[in-house]
């Protein structure tokens, strides 16, 4: 599963945002264990969402992204250690399950917007193997020909130093 790009999309009324079809394909592909190619009715799509850890925005992992991850974290936990336990609470406590409807949409949890300022316009950011959803104001985009994130400049600069580390 490879999810890349960047897209806008707008909620709707009641908080609900159709999932990029190039995202939702490569989901349900990985979902489903057959090729894109394949006509089959389309499994039952489940997302967890959750707030980033770090940025301020909202990060949805595929189920079975969102299960390795954890399993990660709990073969490091020890359960006999208080602040672990409250770390673990706390990381999974703060994730919701979402399904995709029919038409490729599901709905986000108002609290869940209003942690990281998205009231209506969203960028979705794939990062490989999880999806971002941005403000697009937090993202650096004010503007329709704006640069997210980071100028191409600063990005040359970054990537160079990055890998020749």
Same mark, same amino acid.
């Given at each position: 599963? /490879? &999810? ?5 999309? #707008? *909620?709707? %009324? ?10 939702? $394909? ?55 250690? /208080? &602040? ?5 609470? #706390? *990381?999974? %406590? ?10 490729? $949409? ?60």
């Amino acid at each position: 599963m /490879s &999810l890349i790009g960047q897209f806008a999309a #707008k *909620l709707d %009324s009641k908080n609900r945002v159709f999932l990029p079809a190039a995202f939702r $394909r490569s989901i349900q592909t990985v979902v489903a264990g057959t090729d894109a190619e394949d006509k089959v009715k389309s499994p039952e799509v489940t997302l967890v969402v959750r707030r980033d850890l770090f940025e301020n925005c909202l990060v949805i992992y595929p189920e079975s992204e969102w299960r390795a991850e954890i399993e990660k974290v709990r073969s490091k936990l020890n359960r006999f250690d /208080s &602040l672990q336990q409250m770390i673990f609470r #706390k *990381l999974v %406590s703060e994730a919701q399950e979402v399904t995709l409807d029919s038409n490729g $949409r599901f709905l986000l949890p108002k609290g869940l917007l209003e942690k990281v300022g998205i009231t209506q316009e969203v960028l979705f950011v794939g990062m490989e193997r999880t999806i971002e959803m941005w403000a697009p104001s937090v993202a650096g985009k004010s503007d329709v020909g704006g640069e997210p994130f980071m100028s191409d400049a600063e990005f040359e600069e970054g990537i160079k130093q990055f890998m020749a580390e």
